[in-house]
């Protein structure tokens, strides 16, 4: 971190700063310019509130030069890190897809869901039970009952069950029944939920906020882990822009930039991306070609009759066909299916 | 959606609305005025098609709405909403002040900057207790102590406090300790919370989040009216743009969309918007010359040595100014403090 | 605006149709089909009142296309346009590869990229010779020098040359010596640059704006093709988001959408997207997973001496590593290079 | 400018970066921690280009701690500029308003809003002669005629006359007829422009961009500077956002910001941000209390018939209306109109 002073900076600021460096048991370093006056601090500065500085009058501004994260961050744990769900892996060689409908809606259609996902080839089933909606007078998800449901399809299936969780008090629930804890893009900065997450040890699958950098993204995951989950799954689903022809754009470049940044493993999710299900194949294709560790896949029987999000969702069928296009790029990829 | 009904339209045909709209699980609400009869449905209505109403006699037609939001907007309530706050007021002809620092920090601290702020004119005092920080590592307020010393606060001033909620597990607190409920810009879309705080009968400062449109806002206040909370006051706080000067751009020009969209007051944050002390009072000056109901301040006694935020917070002396300034503009709007 | 005749109309009708149109100063378009027979109009139809063609007998419907252009989108020309250029193609089954430094800055440089390029499989080469910087102080390119350059390296390699336009006074010079005429992102509504390269009859490659959607694009692409020149390729290379690692967010999903939207080619630009060196490989493989129709991509001899971009160039060595690895995945799509 | 190293990074690299400072005049520091090395330079750096860095394979990332503009920046220019039009200022204590129509459509149109808003108390007249329009297909303005007519109303009516100039083979007919040029908001990149008019000595009304920051807005200006005119006056006239209410996000933020950073004058254009008639006047006001030294305000004398913006404009009643709405804030500011 270094602190820029301003010019003609009041002698008592300068050494206000340089005290509260020493304070925090790091090192001084100064350069004088002709124009300008920066005092550096030498040692682990990924603590250090900026902040402290910049209320200094003297101060012009603060800059980081080291990442605001740790834990998440890959310059302490080089190793990419694979989470275990119910003996399956994310983040290794094998890429992870979970795939299901939005909302679970009704019995059949879970069951019916789980089982053709299964056949194609997925290895995690998603499905809502708890649904976050722009509106009130929107269907909120089938609750409890909805979970229900997606345990006997876990027991049918033998795929473990990824659900989101919306609320610090249902986390009990979860941590019995879910295998993989999803927190929405709208909660990625719910800080009391990244909280509460972090004291489970159940795998959390975040996603990037709708207009959250990747650092922040970061910071997110580092709040879960600095709770003591260690077991973060980081989620690209597409980040708000000015096009309005797609919900939300894709940001595929996030991929290449987590990995080098993070050690965590990173999925991507065309389905709310881009929030029309023609364009689901192609943006999955080009998740796998461009690094991602797996895919979220919106599925469901009857896309026209969905109580959420139909218009993103594919059938079983076009699932199929993706499966197959995406596992030869895979193999380009040196992964698997 | 909204049927109009014909003048002098037969009872039968009203009857055969309302129970058409009761059918679909949706529920009916009535306004007469000397010239019309509207009969209105809550609930989700994308799906209602309107040639079910359209078919009846007496109806002169069906209007699409294209506004998603009902109870936050002003074609049901055409006067403006004026909430009280013990025995205090926001959304009238006196603009509304809420100042105090950030966070909490001590007893010294919140009750000088209490006596100051009330000094200045000041109608409510602001503090944080449980915060919301974008680090794990990041001081996280002093919680349920905090509340105490605002409540202390209170019984030496008599200004009502403002205070932010970020768990639903915290509202009993709230509700028994706390005048005005805050839900932060980064829960704006946290839905379980917005739920819950729509259960109780507290005021309800609802923020904009960051990179939120209008329409969503009002969303969110459907969300806590919906619940039967209708004490909800909006506040413009910035949203994210490109520029990086600033941490926030102020949009004033959501003031007067409000104020034409909705009945509720609606109120601006200039520190939190802007992140920089001295563009506090011209961004207040503008925020009452746009026609805000009030303003939100951060002072702090000691900015430089503030546990956060102390960057964007002005002393007590400048807020002293800052009140005299608005004062003049608020006259030539007709409006006092 | 858009007449549907019904079928079998009265020849007379379609005639009053025409006339209507012409009337008022808007050109006629027909397209007839086995099952349809339609009369579109060009000019501005904004103001145009749709009861005018309703009240005509064979009119089946009008439509109001949302779509405000008309000669750049698939509604009036379903096949895809392929662009020729020196005998070689942009648009068709092969990808057009489109490789070079950012500025041509001597000789040596320029020549010693070209062959390598061509080498390694690229189509095209680029080069820039008057350069749009940001800063006036920084490098403005060769300029006159730069283009004489490129035609000898042109000689040498048998490449077409592709080369930014700044303002239309260089436009003699460029249409006698360039084969593909560059807009660049910054003059993407420059509207008098549009003007002026809708005379000529050179390919014009353009690029997508900063921060415009793709109807934008397709708008400037139509201001050229309504000058009368048709041999637009559009670049998709980044759009400005909130997002800082990377210097813009590459939009991927523009392609999928720009290829249903409009006939016309669609390449990628990895290197500008990025902004960084390491990611324009896995990013040109999304960019061909995705269905782009080619790829532009910054190839410098020596980078780290550069006069501009040196940051996002790659050398010669990892160019020919791209060109198979994205060989493999144009096979995969049934492309080839 | 601070170079931070890469961890590890091979000493040639780092002998490479302090020569590269060497061999531009500046001196260098360095500072080596436990997880970072830090290569400062001393001098003045306004015009170094950091990519020079950048590129080099040891480099982490360069942070600027100096403005890169230095001509438009307060440093060495600390007192604010005023430009003087045929006997009138901008800049100075009395508020610049200029006023007139989107576009000059006939002579009866732009003399009576010229005679209208010289009534009122504008000091300048507006008119668009050559128009930038979205479509190819809407009015383009009249041209020559346009500044014709213009001339005419500023023979009558004594005002200077402020038209947009869109491209660089205009310059000559706008340094001979026209008071003020106006770069347009879709031009503030287009470089070839900003030289052009770098080069002549009539005052230059810059707009900002629709997505540019401040700093970019001020390298535009500096463009125009470093070629000589240093009569520039900045506008704000909206930028894009994702609300969708208005047409652009008015930035009122930027005027303090801009007032701090630069010597420059900076007036506000409230119409075309919002580009909603009614939301005129209540902007302006908030224009002029955030510290605004002027104003641009489109007024037609038939709105709605108007060729262009016509929703966005305002009557001359109200226009008037405006005016004294704003001399009172003006007073409180203490400055006149």
Same sequence: chains 1, 2, 3, 4.
Avoid at 115 to 123: D, T
Avoid at 264 to 288: C, F, Q, R, T
């Amino acid at each position: 971190m270094i602190v820029v002073m301003k010019k003609n900076a009041n002698p008592n600021d300068v050494e206000a700063v340089k005290n509260k460096i020493v304070d925090m048991g790091l090192e001084v370093y100064e350069s004088i310019g002709l124009n300008y006056h920066i005092i550096g601090m030498v040692g682990d500065t990924s603590k250090v509130d900026s902040e402290v500085f910049e209320r200094i009058e003297g101060v012009e501004k603060v800059i980081h030069v080291q990442e605001p994260y740790k834990k998440a961050g890959r310059l302490f744990h080089p190793e990419d890190s694979i989470i275990t769900v119910g003996g399956r892996t994310i983040g290794g060689k094998k890429l992870a897809i979970i795939a299901g409908p939005c909302s679970v809606e009704s019995r059949e259609q879970i069951l019916e869901v789980a089982e053709k996902v299964k056949e194609a080839g997925a290895g995690f089933l998603r499905g809502g039970a708890f649904k976050p909606r722009t509106s009130p007078y929107s269907f909120q998800g089938l609750k409890e009952e909805g979970i229900e449901l997606l345990k006997e399809a876990r027991e049918r299936t033998g795929l473990p069950i990824v659900v989101e969780l919306m609320s610090p008090d249902k986390l009990d629930l979860f941590e019995r029944d879910v295998d993989v804890i999803q927190i929405g893009a709208r909660n990625m900065q719910n800080f009391e939920l990244l909280k509460a997450v972090g004291k489970t040890t159940k795998p959390i699958l975040l996603k990037r906020g709708l207009s959250a950098t990747i650092e922040e993204l970061l910071m997110a995951a580092e709040y879960i882990m600095a709770g003591g989950n260690e077991n973060v799954i980081l989620c690209e689903r597409g980040i708000r822009t000015f096009e309005t022809y797609t919900r939300n754009t894709l940001d595929l470049s996030a991929i290449p930039v987590i990995k080098k940044q993070s050690h965590l493993p990173v999925i991507v999710d065309p389905s709310h991306a881009a929030g029309i299900w023609w364009m689901v194949e192609p943006l999955a294709k080009a998740a796998v070609a461009v690094g991602a560790d797996g895919l979220m896949i919106e599925v469901h029987n009857d896309p026209q009759n969905a109580l959420s999000d139909g218009n993103q969702s594919i059938k079983p069928e076009k699932f199929q066909h993706l499966m197959e296009s995406i596992r030869e790029i895979a193999k380009l990829q040196g992964r698997e299916i």
